[in-house]
């Protein structure tokens, strides 16, 4: 979104929009509306003085644009889906409450297809300006896109320990790739067991039990660790 409001062109409609609400006794407050009352009040009025200029046959070129057209025709201009509620409501908070942060909007999450799997992935798209605490700040986004995906871990209940289990599960695989035997090693210590031992201390409250789980919980994911 910061591409939309930095362009000179958006800046230019955007001037002549609020030109226009003012001319008809309309205008938006500097710095937007203080709350929805206020603004429902607005829009009431819009329409009221929208109505009474059509009944009274105005030219449609001197009627006042709606707020909601407006917006989807300049999101379609630039490029964005105006089904897409991030960015109708990033509009309409810039637009009419005087929202301008651009953090979450500094990157992107897509869905492309792999034409070797045909399958659809998950991608980050970031920018030039992108940094990474806004990607870390706004994660919440990434996590609403997995969410959709078949495969996601925190559909019914939320992977809570995901870092514990990772580094257990790292930390399993590389004893086994180590081993000639599976189940134990010159000590008796099966994987799961010598791993739970060097855990232990680090996880307080870590059981056996939870490192088999863990194990096979991240097994699942496929991950190259």
Same mark, same amino acid.
């Given at each position: 979104m910061?591409?939309?409001?930095?362009?000179?062109? /958006?800046?230019?409609?955007l !001037?002549?929009l609020l030109e *226009?609400?003012?001319?008809i006794g309309? $205008?938006?407050?500097? %710095?937007g509306?203080?709350?929805?009352?206020q603004h429902i009040?607005?829009?009431n009025?819009l /329409?009221?003085k929208h109505d !009474?200029?059509?009944?009274? *046959?105005?030219?449609d070129?001197?009627? $006042?644009p709606?707020? %909601?057209?407006w917006?989807?025709?300049?999101?379609?201009?630039?490029g964005?889906?105006?089904?897409?509620?991030k960015?109708t409501?990033?509009?309409d908070?810039?637009?009419l409450?005087?929202?301008?942060?651009?953090?979450e909007y500094s990157?992107?999450?897509?869905?492309i297809?792999?034409?070797?799997?045909?399958?659809?992935e998950?991608?980050?798209?970031v920018?030039?300006?992108?940094?990474?605490?806004?990607v870390?700040k706004?994660?919440?986004?990434?996590?609403?896109?997995?969410?959709?995906?078949?495969?996601y871990?925190?559909?019914?209940?939320?992977?809570?320990t995901f870092?514990?289990d990772l580094?257990?599960?790292t930390?399993?695989?590389?004893?086994r790739s180590g081993?000639?035997?599976k189940r134990?090693d010159?000590s008796g210590q099966s994987?799961?067991?010598?791993v739970?031992?060097?855990m232990?201390?680090?996880y307080k409250?870590?059981?056996?039990?939870?490192?088999?789980?863990?194990?096979?919980?991240?097994?699942?994911?496929?991950?190259?660790?």
């Amino acid at each position: 979104m910061a591409k939309l409001t930095r362009n000179a062109v /958006f800046k230019a409609k955007l !001037k002549k929009l609020l030109e *226009n609400y003012e001319e008809i006794g309309c $205008p938006i407050p500097v %710095g937007g509306f203080k709350n929805h009352d206020q603004h429902i009040k607005w829009l009431n009025t819009l /329409f009221d003085k929208h109505d !009474k200029m059509e009944r009274a *046959n105005v030219d449609d070129k001197f009627l $006042p644009p709606i707020i %909601g057209y407006w917006r989807d025709d300049i999101l379609i201009e630039f490029g964005f889906d105006p089904k897409n509620s991030k960015y109708t409501d990033f509009l309409d908070s810039y637009i009419l409450f005087g929202k301008k942060n651009l953090e979450e909007y500094s990157f992107e999450t897509r869905w492309i297809r792999n034409t070797e799997t045909d399958k659809m992935e998950l991608f980050i798209h970031v920018y030039p300006y992108t940094k990474r605490e806004h990607v870390s700040k706004y994660w919440k986004n990434v996590v609403k896109e997995q969410e959709h995906m078949p495969e996601y871990i925190g559909k019914n209940k939320r992977w809570e320990t995901f870092d514990r289990d990772l580094e257990i599960y790292t930390a399993y695989e590389k004893l086994r790739s180590g081993r000639t035997e599976k189940r134990a090693d010159s000590s008796g210590q099966s994987l799961d067991t010598q791993v739970w031992g060097e855990m232990k201390n680090k996880y307080k409250k870590l059981k056996l039990g939870d490192v088999r789980r863990a194990v096979s919980r991240v097994a699942k994911l496929d991950l190259k660790v």
